[in-house]
């Protein structure tokens, strides 16, 4: 998959990085997981049912929203859920994953680097998800919800 290599500076740390970054030949509906050291992986929106299970779930508990502000809010519980890169961490899906070196999320304006970031990026996997009954994963998606500051309509 051809994807965008960007220049990153922690303002926390000063550490430069460099991270992967979807470029527009992406289909409407992917969206690319990163993790603070580089790792990749890609959702399908289209193609993986956990989308619409977790979207169901967010529908359900927040009511009805704008369908972007409830993207965003997927988006953010799906990484949450996924399964995690060979370090243990997160797969962002929306924002920056943090600085590799502090793990902070201050960091200066990403720069394009003009080079391509050629990897094999496999889809973005949920295992223990697809294993939990379906009352955890609605009670996960619910604390996940108030985590986030956000409540069930009065």
Request: hydrophobic share 35%.
């Amino acid at each position: 998959m051809r994807l965008q290599r960007y220049r990153h500076r922690c303002r926390s740390c000063q550490t430069e990085y460099f991270l992967p970054w979807a470029d527009l030949s992406f289909f409407y509906g992917t969206f690319l997981g990163v993790t603070r050291r580089g790792e990749v992986a890609v959702l399908d929106s289209f193609s993986d049912p956990v989308f619409d299970e977790v979207s169901m779930l967010v529908s359900n508990y927040l009511g009805p929203q704008e369908t972007y502000e409830r993207g965003v809010v997927v988006r953010q519980v799906i990484s949450a859920i996924s399964d995690k890169d060979p370090h243990g961490e997160p797969f962002v899906l929306d924002g920056l994953p943090g600085c590799p070196e502090c793990g902070k999320k201050r960091t200066a304006a990403p720069k394009f680097t003009g080079e391509e970031w050629m990897a094999d990026v496999p889809p973005l996997s949920h295992e223990q998800w697809d294993n939990w009954p379906f009352l955890q994963r609605a009670q996960t998606v619910k604390a996940l919800l108030a985590e986030m500051g956000l409540k069930e309509p009065p």
